[in-house]
T-cell receptor
Framework: GIQVEQSPPDLILQEGANSTLRCNFS?????LQWFHQNPWGQLINLFY???GTKQNGRLSATTVATERYSLLYISSSQTTDSGVYFC???????????????FGQGTILTVHP | NAGVMQNPRHLVRRRGQEARLRCSPM?????VYWYRQLPEEGLKFMVY????????ESGMPKERFSAEFPKEGPSILRIQQVVRGDSAAYFC??????????FGPGTRLTVT
């Protein structure tokens, strides 16, 4: 199956710092999503980004599908950004979407005040 | 537009009992997915359903686990004769088109 690797596994920041999280994947994808799992365990959609660049407030993401990686940028981090960030992909199957997401192991982000 | 609803949020079962987890997709979404998050294994796909059909169950354990998404009502993930290893967070997701998926808050199953 498709492999998804996220780096770094852990990240500790002071409030106000910027960070970049990386997601590498081993095959062509139909779908790529970034999620934030908050300390209460809920999975929050951040971006649906199989290719290109998107921005939402302090967060932005870029996927370079031809080189099989995606980046999540967090600027001016806040304590509420703490949690686990997951990248998840759906392997491409000739244009057909089967919906099965494969998750990376996540990046644990801790933001200190 | 309400999000994906799951209930119960927490479920405690003794070994050997049955667990039933419910998922109501977002309005207008006909694609439903179940994932399991085990403490040391991360989030894993279990099953993908559309109304009355199982599309992909490649991630479901072969025994004791079943899923359905009837014409009316929520999707149900059923675990028979639970064991301690079934303790996990079970997430449901839904999609309108089979692309972007939206996740519910999860059901935390504890088997004692």
């Amino acid at each position: 199956g498709i492999q998804v690797e996220q780096s770094p596994p852990d990240l500790i920041l002071q409030e106000g710092a910027n960070s970049t999280l990386r997601c590498n994947f081993s095959d062509s994808v139909n779908n790529l999503q970034w999620f934030h799992q908050n300390p209460w365990g809920q999975l929050i959609n951040l971006f649906y980004i199989p290719s290109g660049t998107k921005q939402n407030g302090r967060l932005s993401a870029t996927t370079v599908a031809t080189e099989r990686y995606s980046l999540l940028y967090i600027s001016s981090s806040q304590t509420t950004d703490s949690g686990v960030y997951f990248c998840a992909v759906e392997k491409s199957a000739g244009g057909t979407s089967y919906g099965k997401l494969t998750f990376g192991q996540g990046t644990i982000l801790t933001v200190h005040p | 537009n309400a999000g994906v609803m799951q209930n119960p949020r927490h479920l405690v079962r003794r070994r050997g009992q049955e667990a039933r987890l419910r998922c109501s997709p977002m309005k207008g979404h006909s694609h439903v997915y179940w994932y399991r998050q085990l403490p040391e294994e991360g989030l894993k796909f279990m099953v993908y359903l559309q109304k009355e059909n199982i599309i992909d169950e490649s991630g479901m354990p072969k025994e004791r686990f079943s899923a359905e998404f009837p014409k009316e009502g929520p999707s149900i993930l059923r675990i028979q004769q639970v064991v301690r290893g079934d303790s996990a967070a079970y997430f449901c997701a839904s999609s309108r088109t089979g692309s972007e998926q939206y996740f519910g808050p999860g059901t935390r199953l504890t088997v004692t």
